[in-house]
């Protein structure tokens, strides 16, 4: 199961997710000017963060958002960027946050499961109800294929909806998340969690140590550290001995050359360095 290969990976290397969320206005100019095209400079950016955090990284999120703005070269980049992390031999998530009716969703498993964007998990949104999730599950049953589907994010407006209460008081992000769980169940691999996994946003000292609890065979994908605000205390507490999760950091990575300290710095160490910082606070604070 690609759940164990991920595991493994953490177990490996730490919990940094390296997110590619990478936009033209990253690039430092004296790296841009190198480049005759955009999609050459956006390209080999993203190759250097690459190649310099590869071992460093327990997988990397490419947002196909900052892609699909760029028109069909963006698309040309997402699909080079992603080939290069699964050349290397590292994990690749398309954080494409898909949710449509059955047919719909055919398609878009279809598009980043196979093909020219293919990946080896996805993000998807289950709030259309569990039924949408359906065309994935052939890909995570059979083809080392996994998918983290949004339970609860990291934005503001989560509390709109997802902090809603049902009639006993519980939320509707514990009811999606003990949903997904179950539907994980019959995806289990030997590390003792699913391909099935949560997107889970970072949250206080008390509800997180519930959430990890409650959700024990579910990993997760974690956003919102670094730039966001998040720390390597509030991570720890939704790892379980010192795994179960990956974290995602993306400008926090991708323009740590701009910090005062590291200013006239190579882009691309900086990035580095930066993710060894990451990875190893989280190590520290989860001992």
């Known amino acids: 199961m690609i759940i164990d ?7 490996e290397m730490g919990n940094v997710c390296v997110g590619l969320d990478s936009d033209l206005s990253y690039i430092p100019f004296s790296y841009y000017r190198w480049f005759e095209r955009d999609e050459e400079a956006l ?5 250097r963060i690459i190649d310099e955090t590869i071992d460093v990284a327990a997988c990397y999120k490419v947002q196909i958002a900052y892609y699909e703005a760029l028109g069909i ?3 040309r980049v997402y699909k080079n960027t992603v080939a290069y ?6 994990i690749v998530i398309g954080d494409v946050k898909r949710g449509d009716i059955k047919d719909t969703a055919k398609k878009y498993a279809k598009a980043h499961f196979e093909g020219e964007f293919e990946v080896d998990f996805i993000t998807v949104n289950p709030y259309m109800g569990l039924d949408s999730l359906d065309p994935y599950l052939n890909y995570v049953e059979n083809d080392e294929k996994g998918i983290f589907t949004l339970v609860r994010t990291s934005n503001m407006g989560a509390h709109d909806i997802q902090f809603l209460e049902d009639k006993s008081g519980k939320k509707v992000y514990d009811i999606v998340g003990e949903k997904v769980q179950k539907l994980g169940e019959k995806y289990m691999g030997e590390s003792g969690y699913s391909s099935i996994g949560g997107v889970m ?18 990993f997760f994908l974690v956003p919102g550290y670094g730039a966001q605000g998040g720390k390597a205390e509030d991570v720890s507490l939704l790892l379980k001995n010192g795994n179960g999760a990956v974290v995602n950091s993306s400008r926090g990575i991708l323009l740590a050359y701009k910090k005062e300290e ?3 710095l190579d882009f691309a160490k900086c990035a580095r360095y930066e993710a060894i910082k990451m990875r190893d606070e989280i ?4 001992r």
Do not use: P, Q
């Open 73 to 75: 070269m963006g698309l």
């Open 85 to 90: 992390i699964r050349s290397l031999g590292a």
């Open 201 to 218: 946003g970072l949250t206080h000292k008390e509800e997180a140590k519930e959430i990890r609890e409650r959700l024990n065979k579910t």
């Open 262 to 264: 590291n200013r006239g």
């Open 283 to 286: 190590i520290k604070a989860s």
């Open 43 to 47: 390209f080999n950016y993203n190759k």
């Open 5 to 11: 290969k991920l595991y493994k990976k953490v177990s």
